[in-house]
């Protein structure tokens, strides 16, 4: 069997949507794309940090806008991993959310999250996850040392305690 391919409708603005991404991401690339005879581009493929995606330059009339029903997950090896990625979505017209969800220009959401909260998530402390969340819950961008203290029962570092952007 051949791979699933995720693909993203955009509002007519793909071209733009083929510079930005791939700008983020590293091991990205463009291509093969589908143009008209005038050159219009009608879809392409692409892949962001290795994995493959599909995109159709939809007409901004049709209104099919992303949701969060679907998001991408970007896992992160440390808080500055975390801090950069959160800076490059949100920026020019992109939006925080909260949990470590955010919406890119595009619409598109997007849940930044550290490995280390993933792998503290799975943990058999069931208070200690319990800490963790809750302080995860009144987040906006996920602070890891915030939530390593709270897992470890430890005071949140001032400034941290759900008010993380």
């Given at each position: ?33 589908l143009r008209m ?20 330059n939809g007409s ?106």
């Amino acid at each position: 069997m051949r791979a699933i391919t995720p693909s993203l409708w955009f509002d007519g603005n793909l071209e733009e949507a083929l510079e930005y991404y791939p700008s983020i991401f590293p091991d990205s690339t463009v291509g093969p794309v589908l143009r008209m005879p005038d050159g219009t581009l009608v879809a392409a493929d692409f892949t962001l940090a290795g994995n493959r995606l599909n995109a159709i330059n939809g007409s901004p009339s049709a209104t099919f806008p992303f949701t969060e029903a679907v998001s991408f997950i970007v896992e992160c090896d440390d808080q500055a991993e975390v801090d950069r990625y959160w800076a490059a979505l949100t920026a020019d017209g992109g939006s925080e959310v909260q949990c470590g969800w955010l919406k890119d220009r595009f619409g598109l959401s997007w849940q930044i999250v550290p490995v280390e909260f993933l792998e503290l998530s799975q943990s058999e402390d069931a208070e200690a996850v319990g800490r963790m969340m809750a302080v995860m819950m009144g987040q906006i961008k996920l602070d890891m040392p915030a939530l390593r203290a709270a897992f470890d029962g430890d005071s949140v570092p001032a400034g941290t305690d759900g008010s993380a952007r």
